[in-house]
């Protein structure tokens, strides 16, 4: 039997997941390097394709590395809406033309023949609350259903904010958790969503009014903050125990991994990540 090309693969997938999305710069899903024509050994997926990623892989044969994040740190994301919108990577392509790093990842993707297809609005729009709902399982806790699709909602396990930081951090092994509002807040319900937390999708999270706390990756902070910290100060008294994006994000890997086994049989699939925490505050002098 012939190798599955890079390209047949990611059209088994897309259509495992009954994507609708178009592919390309617009929703970000698209071959992002490499040939997609070439035929494949093997698939790695990771959730970004960090220099630390790229040195796991094999030497030999073809690798397709299926990935959250784009390696040259390029995002679909908009900011604004009609045609005063920008993209925040406008200019990004010519501003690391000639970057040390780039050249770097370019070697080794070539050296060790890789080929990189970007997996990212498709696998939300068809599983959106699987990040956040791999979130709550690494904290021990059964993910619900509510009010927001990408949103998993659990009872709190501990009865105030300051404990809920302490379980967060202890569960996921971060060194550093970030809260907003008072300490000794009672909590009860909470809402868990993995990666970067906007306006809209806080505000979807929180129509839930039994919701005393949050925990995410992080927030846009001059969006989503402000909104939260109003909302206290408004009166309806809120926890946010934030835990960091690569750490709330990097438990959705094996979801992945396993779905992309499922829809390729016969094709060995594995993950490889950079599980170093990639922020973290020194606290010797607090």
């Known amino acids: 039997m012939a190798q599955p090309t890079a390209q047949s693969i990611a059209q088994r997938i897309r259509a495992s997941l009954k994507a609708l999305e178009p592919v390309g710069a617009t929703s970000g899903d698209d071959f992002v390097f490499g040939d997609p024509a070439a035929a494949i050994d093997r698939i790695v997926v990771c959730r970004a394709p960090t220099v630390a990623v790229l040195k796991q892989l094999p030497s030999a044969g073809r690798t397709l590395l299926v990935t959250r994040e784009d390696p040259f740190y390029w995002t679909s994301d908009r900011y604004g809406g009609g045609s005063s919108a ?6 990004l392509a010519d501003a690391l033309k000639d970057n040390p790093i780039t050249s770097i990842k370019h070697t080794l993707m070539s050296e060790r023949g890789v080929i990189v297809y970007r997996l990212s609005t498709a696998w939300d729009s068809a599983q959106p609350s699987s990040r956040s709902d791999s979130l709550a399982r690494a904290l021990g806790l059964k993910p619900v259903r509510g009010p927001d699709v990408s949103t998993a909602y659990a009872a709190a396990p501990v009865p105030t904010l300051e404990a809920l930081a302490r379980f967060s951090r202890e569960r996921l092994k971060v060194r550093t958790i970030r809260i907003c509002g008072e300490r000794t807040l009672p909590v009860t319900q909470l809402a868990i969503m993995s990666g970067l937390v906007t306006l809209p999708r806080l505000a979807s999270a929180l129509k839930d009014p039994r919701v005393d706390a949050v925990i995410v990756g992080e927030t846009c902070e001059w969006e989503a903050t402000p909104y939260f910290q109003d909302l206290n100060s408004s009166g309806r008294k809120l926890g946010m ?23 390729v049989p016969g094709v060995t699939v594995s993950a490889a990540e950079d599980t170093a925490e990639p922020s973290w505050m020194d606290q010797r002098g607090a």
């Open 86 to 91: 920008f993209t925040w990577s406008a200019g």
């Open 241 to 263: 125990v934030l835990v960091g994006y690569a750490s709330s994000d990097n438990w959705g890997l094996p979801a992945v991994r396993d779905f992309v086994k499922a829809a």
